[in-house]
């Protein structure tokens, strides 16, 4: 081609090539994904698998998450929703450890109550565009499918475990009876998959510090650090997890150290100074938020639930759990309600445990599990053990616990969660072990852990529909009655037995507070740790009168009291919502205290 011959515009060398870079560098992308998914094809049926289950067992929620509850435990679904109403107003910068938007004008301390802050945050988005709602049903589905997985990545990576004993085991710990129960509102348990990347970083460390791996202080300071960042992290989304993993690898690792001297004497000063750099940078972040747990206003150093009641029942160890797919609802006698099955492993999972142990041997990883799940189990039986419902004269190891500090606050069932992952931790060791090996027991074992399986797979949670939002809230017509930031005072006022006002907050993103509700704060003896708070004179009248009906005499004196309380609340207007039991009757009331009420919507509001 001539010099002189004419040149595209588009035909420049140094166009051309980075136009061909273009796909080139797109295939490139394409190419390493398809490499990336072909590696890891198996986690992701796995992780699939999960949440194919948890869909299933959390679909009753689905149809319509605004009008549908969870029917066992539909007074703490009304809490945490309302809980990740107030957490998602962080990301509006509207946000405090110390929360006005309930119990006006007192507040309530976040940090002393399970506020799953770090979730909430986490999901402000979905809070804020389709509701608390909404994402308490992804929070429900999501931990136990996470926590799963979580477990199946730790069993593959960390133990080197086939894939079919991962995900039995893996499977266990995600949905196992415990967890399961747990989901009946209490997101703050069920959200355990920062657990097993606890334990990953605390063996990681172990090994970094062993002289026969290194010692490599490197990976000593990065699984430090790591260690630091999860469990601050796990603070704002569930103290009482960490509490109970924490405890669980405490015995674990005194177990461990004496089936194992020579790495004790090999690993431990490295070791130890690396627990003690996490745990010096973890202070450095949640000293503030748990002083203010502890001393801060509203908050509460104490327990407030008795360890006596909340006590496992020695036979419900051996017993299948109503929510499981061969459970009996007579089992739920043994214990306190239907969000605590924590123990119900069922006898075939107990005996096939056992087993596996004794197959294993002296391992000191078996060792390890097996004392783990032996402390915590007997743990969980509480201050006097409980057989068959009756209450027996003798102590519970828990009893040597009680009343310190800060352990007061954990209830002794629980500690039973902290079984599943060590039993399925045995099982996946004696799978993987046969599946290894040759014989019989190639096939017996994976079999007899399948079978003993089988018994405590869930069912569906039971849901129920609930009452539909007044259009009053639904619809923003509140606006009308509050200024956002100020108190509106719903009628009856919420309780924890009754929460259900608590909804109008949160269907609002908690943009109004309102007196009184659930909670815990020091209202009892003392400055102890109580559930909600006293009424106040008004709360009191109005309570009576939605519960039983009728009108009372209303002189001077209760207006002059209902106005005192109504200034103490700092509220904008009170508000009783079409539909409301005994509706006429407290609007003739409140028509006394505060003069003719005005129509808003489907509701009649009080201005004050």
């Known amino acids: 081609m001539s010099s002189a011959a004419p040149t595209a ?92 938007r309930l119990n006006a004008p007192d507040g309530v301390n976040l940090m002393a109550n399970t506020t799953v802050i770090a979730l ?31 477990w199946h990545l730790l069993f593959t990576r960390v133990l080197g475990a086939r894939r079919l004993a991962a995900a039995l085991g893996a499977g266990l710990c995600g949905f196992g009876p415990g967890i399961v129960s747990q989901t009946n509102s209490h997101l703050h348990m069920t959200a355990q998959w920062l657990v097993p990347v606890i334990v990953w970083l605390v063996v990681r460390l172990l090994r970094a510090a062993d002289p026969l791996n290194g010692p490599d202080r490197r990976r000593m300071l990065t699984s430090a650090v790591g260690l630091a960042a999860v469990i601050s992290v796990q603070v704002f989304v569930g103290e009482e997890v960490l509490f109970l993993s924490a405890l669980t690898l405490l ?19 490295g070791f130890a100074g690396g627990m003690l750099v996490a745990a010096g940078l973890a202070l450095l972040v949640l000293g503030y938020p748990l002083w203010f747990q502890f001393a801060g206003p509203q908050g509460v150093a104490d327990g407030m639930f008795s360890p006596h009641y909340f006590s496992a029942d020695l036979t419900s160890w051996w017993t299948l759990s ?17 969000a605590e099955y924590n123990t119900f492993l069922g006898w075939p999972l107990l005996v096939v445990a056992l087993g596996c142990a004794l197959w294993l041997g002296r391992r000191p990883l078996v060792l390890a599990c097996a ?103 639904s619809a923003g017509h509140w606006r009308e009655c509050v200024r956002p930031g100020g108190v509106l005072v719903p009628v009856p006022l919420p309780t924890p037995k009754e929460p259900w006002p608590m909804r109008w907050a949160t269907a609002a993103d908690a943009a ?75 609007r003739a009331t409140l028509d006394q205290l505060y003069g003719p009420a005005e129509r808003v919507a489907d509701a009649w509001i009080w201005r004050t």
């Open 371 to 473: 004392a783990g799940a032996l402390v915590m189990g007997a743990l969980s039986l509480g201050p006097r053990v409980i057989v068959g419902g009756d209450r027996t004269s003798v102590p519970g190891p828990y009893a040597l616990l009680e009343d310190l500090p800060v352990i007061d606050g954990a209830l002794p069932m629980r500690f039973a969660l902290a079984v599943l992952p060590l039993v399925a931790t045995l099982l996946v060791l004696a799978v993987d072990r046969a599946l290894r090996g040759t014989g019989r027991a190639r096939r017996l074992v994976p079999a007899a852990v399948g079978l003993a399986l089988l018994p405590v797979l869930p069912a569906p949670l039971p849901t129920a529909e609930r009452p539909a939002l007044p259009e009053f809230i």
């Open 251 to 269: 015995v674990m690792a005194v177990a461990y150290a004496l089936a194992d001297r020579a790495l004790v004497r090999r690993a431990l000063p």
């Open 120 to 150: 909430g945050v986490a999901f402000a988005p979905v809070t804020l565009l389709f509701g608390a709602p909404v994402t308490f049903a992804l929070l429900a589905g999501l931990n136990l499918a996470g926590t799963a997985l979580a």
């Open 512 to 586: 109004f507070g309102m007196p009184e509700g659930f909670f815990i704060a020091p209202y009892g003896k003392g400055g102890t740790a109580a559930m909600g708070t006293w009424k106040r004179p008004t709360s009191y009248l109005l309570s009576e009168v939605a519960q039983r009906g009728g009108r009372p005499v209303i002189g001077d004196r209760e207006r002059r009291q209902a106005a005192q309380d109504a200034e103490r609340w700092g509220a904008s207007c009170f508000a009783v919502a079409d539909g409301t039991r005994h509706a006429d009757d407290l």
């Open 322 to 338: 109503p929510l499981s797919a061969a459970g009996s609802d007579d089992a739920a006698r043994l214990t306190t309600g239907p």
């Open 9 to 100: 515009p588009d035909a420049a060398p140094d166009r051309a090539v980075r136009s061909d870079d273009v796909p080139a560098r797109a295939a490139g992308r394409w190419v390493r994904l398809r490499a990336a998914v072909g590696r890891h094809r198996g986690d992701l049926l796995v992780g699939l698998l999960f949440t194919a289950l948890a869909g299933w067992l959390t679909h009753g929620l689905w149809p319509d998450p605004s009008g549908r509850v969870l029917a066992l435990n539909p007074e703490d679904q009304t809490l945490y929703e309302w809980f990740l109403a107030v957490d998602s107003r962080a990301l509006l910068g509207d946000f405090g450890l110390l929360t006005d």
